[in-house]
């Protein structure tokens, strides 16, 4: 891997961006707004739990778990709550004995088991204590590394996918860094070290990205997957007369998250590489730099990455690269206020990746809603 430094473009982008602070104005009106649309959210997915404790219970044990950690972190709700009590018995339902909660044809192993890991962290219960150290476990195990003979060298080094036996991709170890962080594994454990490594080769930048499908380029934003010649949901995009893969939204913010999750600073050359793609690229009304026929596409999922990332980040405002400051917080609200349907759900009318199905997309909506404001959920 490539040695690197802190430009004085990144510290450029440091300096504007903690500038911003000051000028960020007082929000009771929007706390109080975020509190509301999560109430009448709540209210949606207590009324469609399906009989069996579940939401979408065809599909497994998944959305139920992005649903109750949902509900469980609402202080109306809770995790005593029967609605979340029933739902967790669900989930328990998919347990295995080698500390996972899959599917039984465990094509989704990882997805599923991150996001009941995340599930029984913010339950806070001690009954749960042995379930989190055997999901930690789980998802480690599953992480490609040299116990699947994969040197450091390998493209697959560090990542996680969907299975022991499917390519890795940045979705499912942001989401396997996110559980593991929500369930208190420190950022000093060698698992983040690894998924760094991974998640560097998804960035699209050929100064620190060692693999070719990187090379000269300077977009700072990440792509699906470096596996073979790297995947991308948005394309390929021309640069310089050459054709690269085009960085997106939901991935951008994922790796960002993804890279502070793992222990890099702020001024990190990456980070802030990262940084001066979602300022270029600023926008809620849809999925960043996607083409525009595919632009709608995982709107709900870039919404809870976005809110998360820019949590982790810490700043409350975000200078765009056209110099306009954003209060990411009020736009946030404001942006998912006019979506919300007269029942209290979310859903997005481009169903790609179960988009369509309310559940998952007021799910998302609501735990984008609960990163943004930690202190009021």
Same mark, same amino acid.
């Given at each position: 891997?490539?040695?690197? !430094?802190?430009?004085? +473009?990144?510290?450029?982008?440091?300096?504007? +961006?903690?500038?911003? +602070?000051?000028?960020?104005?007082?929000?009771?009106?929007?706390?109080?707004?975020?509190?509301?649309?999560? !109430?009448?959210?709540?209210?949606? $997915?207590?009324?469609?739990?399906?009989?069996?404790?579940?939401?979408? /219970?065809?599909?497994?044990?998944?959305?139920?778990?992005?649903?109750?950690?949902?509900?469980?972190?609402?202080?109306?709700?809770?995790? !005593?709550?029967?609605?979340? !009590? &029933?739902?967790?018995?669900?989930?328990?339902?998919?347990?295995?004995?080698?500390?996972?909660?899959?599917?039984?044809?465990?094509?989704?192993?990882?997805?599923?088991?991150?996001?009941?890991?995340?599930?029984?962290?913010? $339950?806070?219960?001690?009954?749960?204590?042995?379930?989190?150290?055997?999901?930690?476990?789980?998802?480690?195990?599953?992480?490609?590394?040299?116990?699947?003979?994969?040197?450091?060298?390998?493209?697959?080094?560090?990542?996680?996918?969907?299975?022991?036996?499917? &390519?890795?991709?940045?979705?499912? @170890?942001? *989401?396997?860094?996110?559980?593991?962080?929500?369930?208190?594994?420190?950022?000093?454990?060698?698992?983040?070290?690894?998924?760094?490594?991974?998640?560097?080769?998804?960035? %699209?930048?050929?100064?620190?990205?060692? $693999?070719?499908?990187?090379?000269?380029?300077?977009?700072?934003?990440?792509?699906? @997957?470096?596996?073979?010649?790297?995947?991308?949901?948005?394309?390929?995009?021309?640069?310089?007369?050459?054709?690269?893969?085009?960085?997106?939204?939901?991935?951008?913010?994922?790796?960002?998250?993804?890279?502070?999750?793992?222990?890099? /600073?702020?001024?990190?050359?990456?980070?802030?590489?990262?940084?001066?793609?979602?300022?270029?690229?600023?926008?809620?009304?849809?999925?960043?730099? %996607?083409?525009?026929?595919?632009?709608?596409?995982?709107?709900?999922?870039?919404?809870?990455?976005?809110?998360?990332?820019?949590?982790?980040?810490?700043?409350?405002?975000?200078?765009?690269?056209?110099?306009?400051?954003?209060?990411?917080?009020?736009?946030? +609200?404001?942006?998912?206020?006019?979506?919300?349907?007269?029942?209290?759900?979310?859903?997005?009318?481009?169903?790609?990746? *179960?988009?369509?199905?309310?559940?998952?997309?007021?799910?998302?909506?609501?735990?984008?809603?609960?990163?943004?404001?930690?202190?009021?959920?």
């Amino acid at each position: 891997m490539r040695n690197f !430094r802190l430009t004085a +473009v990144s510290a450029v982008l440091v300096t504007g +961006v903690i500038c911003c +602070v000051a000028q960020v104005p007082d929000r009771p009106k929007t706390v109080d707004q975020a509190a509301e649309m999560r !109430r009448r959210a709540a209210k949606f $997915l207590i009324s469609v739990q399906e009989k069996d404790g579940g939401w979408v /219970s065809q599909s497994g044990p998944g959305i139920s778990c992005l649903v109750l950690r949902a509900l469980a972190q609402e202080p109306e709700i809770g995790a !005593r709550h029967i609605a979340v !009590r &029933r739902g967790v018995e669900f989930v328990l339902k998919y347990q295995h004995e080698d500390g996972g909660i899959y599917s039984s044809e465990g094509l989704l192993k990882n997805y599923e088991s991150s996001v009941a890991l995340s599930l029984f962290s913010v $339950l806070k219960d001690d009954q749960y204590a042995d379930a989190i150290g055997k999901l930690q476990a789980f998802l480690k195990g599953l992480q490609w590394d040299e116990s699947e003979e994969k040197s450091i060298d390998d493209p697959w080094y560090g990542g996680a996918g969907y299975g022991r036996h499917g &390519r890795p991709d940045l979705s499912n @170890t942001q *989401m396997m860094l996110e559980a593991l962080r929500d369930s208190g594994l420190p950022p000093t454990d060698p698992t983040y070290k690894k998924a760094l490594i991974f998640i560097q080769r998804c960035q %699209m930048l050929g100064e620190t990205n060692d $693999l070719a499908l990187a090379k000269g380029a300077t977009q700072g934003g990440f792509i699906y @997957t470096p596996h073979g010649t790297g995947e991308s949901k948005a394309g390929t995009m021309e640069v310089d007369g050459r054709k690269e893969l085009r960085c997106y939204g939901s991935m951008t913010y994922a790796g960002f998250k993804s890279m502070l999750y793992a222990g890099l /600073s702020k001024d990190d050359p990456r980070v802030q590489a990262a940084l001066g793609w979602i300022r270029s690229h600023w926008t809620l009304e849809y999925n960043p730099n %996607m083409p525009e026929r595919q632009s709608q596409e995982g709107l709900y999922y870039y919404y809870h990455v976005f809110a998360r990332a820019l949590d982790a980040y810490g700043a409350p405002v975000i200078e765009a690269s056209d110099g306009k400051k954003h209060d990411w917080r009020a736009e946030l +609200v404001e942006t998912l206020k006019s979506k919300q349907r007269p029942d209290g759900s979310w859903v997005n009318e481009e169903d790609r990746w *179960m988009e369509g199905m309310p559940p998952l997309t007021t799910a998302y909506s609501m735990l984008a809603l609960q990163a943004a404001f930690p202190e009021n959920p």
